[in-house]
Every structure is written in C-alpha cells, then in structure tokens.
C-alpha cells in the first residue's frame, strides 16, 4: 500500500518545477512526459527525467513518470530508457489512454524483459489512466490485468473529449445538468478498483485557482472511495492531502470501536452497543479502513 492523496503532475521537460515538486508536500510526484511536453521536446525530456529522478532529494514520496500514449512512437522507448537508467530512483509507470487488458500487459511484459536483463528484483508498479470510452466498458478486466497494476486513475478531461460531452463539464459544474455528471464514472471506477484490491484516484481539476471547486471534487470522490487526486498545481496539494485524511476525531473513534469490538468477540458477542449504536462487524470494516489510512498517514 502506498499513500496517494495527493498526485502531483509535473512537466518532464522543465527542471526548476521538478525541483520545486520533490520539495513538495505532495504524496507522489509524477514527471509527465505525455501531455505538458512538446513534442519536439519529448526525447530529450526522457534524460531530464533521469537526472532528476537520480539527483534530487525526494524524500519518503512515491516517485512516477507518465509515459506517452501507447499508440505514438514515444512509448516503448519511454519506458526502457526511464527503467534501464532510473530503475531503482523510482517507483511506478503511469501509462496513459488505455483501452484494454491487453494494454496493461504490454507494458508488464516489456517491464519484465528489462528487471530480468538487468537482474533487478525491486518491481517497477503500474497506474493507468481510465480516459477513453473503451476503458471504460473494460475497466473491471483492465483492474485486473497485471499484478503490477496499483491504481486506477479517472482522467475526466480526455474522458469527456471521448464520450462527447460538454467541454464545461470537466470542472464538474454543468448548470443544466441535474447531479455530478461524473458519478457514473467514477462510481465505475471506484467498484472496479477495490474489487482488484487495488486504489482509485481521481483525475485533475483544471481551474487550479479554484480551490473551493477543487474541494468540492475531492469530496465527491473521496465519498465513493477514491483515496485521492492529481494536483496540477502545489497550491492544490493541502486541499487534497487533507480531504483524503480522516480527522484525528475519525481515527480516534475508529480506534476505540475497533477496541471494543475485538473485547466483545472475546466474549462471544457479535454486535455490542457503543455511545447509543448497535455496533457489528460491517461498521467495524469502515473503522478498519480509516486506521489502514492513519498507519499509512503516521497518524
């Protein structure tokens, strides 16, 4: 298990943002070598990844890279020259537009090639982006593809380019539209992910100056299940690393229910009353969810 309430996208191609995002408070950090690079910029992004993977303090934070879309001619060697000269300063692949099973198993195989090759025994983990319709129909065999795979990702702005959709709905506040129109989706996704035993993240929120929206997505996501969401911003970073906590009266709670609830099977029980509720071992599971997050968080 790794603590991602927070991803943080940062461009491959610009070494003081890199810089500033290692420093960051950010869970993970991933330098992205797909959208926010040019394309005549692409190559040689691939050796400013490996310096700053190699060189830069990063701290207890998970450290990613996104590679291009499976379907250009940047992909394959994303991936080998980032794992062949990086591949033990980091820590996933993040692989974009994924349509299928079969996309996630490319890249294993190709992964797999490389750590035997090389004879490194640390594997390199996997997150995919669920942002084409395809993905979308496939996402409970795309969650269980690969035992490398650790997350889906919801990536609302291709997604709503794929199905169609009003281009405003990606800050997910369509006034003639009656609900969250991303619901479906991430309900979707959020079912898929835990019945692989595995995270969903949600995807970045453009208007990167609005907090109170960024806010809002973070809790709509976060009631379905989601443990977190992108930052494309570092002003975004304490919204979402707080929203995806539980409170200190959360876990303390937690603590205390799960306490109780271990006396009361000693004796025999299987519900017991605690501050005027019936309690019984399906609340005791939420109350086990939050104290993984708290062991995970230091709290």
Aim: aromatic fraction near 8%.
């Amino acid at each position: 298990m790794r603590l991602r309430r927070s991803e943080l996208s940062t461009p491959a191609s610009n070494e003081r943002m890199m810089e500033k995002a290692a420093a960051s408070s950010a869970d993970l950090v991933f330098l992205d070598l797909e959208d926010s690079v040019a394309p005549n910029e692409k190559v040689g992004a691939r050796a400013k990844v490996i310096h700053a993977l190699k060189t830069l303090g990063w701290g207890k934070k998970t450290r990613a890279v996104r590679i291009n879309d499976l379907e250009t001619e940047y992909a394959y060697q994303d991936i080998i020259s980032i794992v062949e000269e990086a591949g033990d300063s980091f820590d996933i692949i993040i692989v974009p537009k994924v349509k299928s099973a079969k996309d996630v198993w490319w890249v294993d195989v190709l992964l797999t090639q490389i750590e035997k090759r090389l004879h490194r025994t640390r594997r390199i983990g996997i997150e995919v982006l669920i942002e084409e319709v395809e993905a979308m129909i496939n996402v409970e065999e795309i969650a269980r593809s690969s035992p490398r795979l650790e997350a889906l990702i919801f990536g609302p702005a291709d997604y709503s380019a794929s199905q169609g959709m009003d281009r405003n709905v990606i800050e997910g506040d369509v006034a003639a539209y009656p609900g969250d129109p991303w619901h479906y989706a991430r309900n979707k996704i959020a079912i898929a992910a835990r019945a692989a035993g595995i995270d969903a993240i949600d995807g970045a929120f453009p208007d990167y100056k609005n907090l109170d929206g960024y806010r809002r997505e973070c809790t709509r996501s976060k009631t379905l299940g989601f443990v977190g969401k992108w930052a494309i911003h570092p002003g975004q970073i304490d919204v979402a690393n707080q929203v995806y906590a539980p409170s200190q009266e959360e876990v303390d709670y937690a603590r205390k229910l799960d306490a109780l609830y271990n006396e009361a099977q000693e004796k025999g029980l299987g519900a017991v009353a605690f501050e005027g509720r019936m309690i019984d071992v399906a609340l005791v599971r939420s109350a086990r969810n939050t104290l993984e997050k708290a062991e995970l968080i230091g709290m």
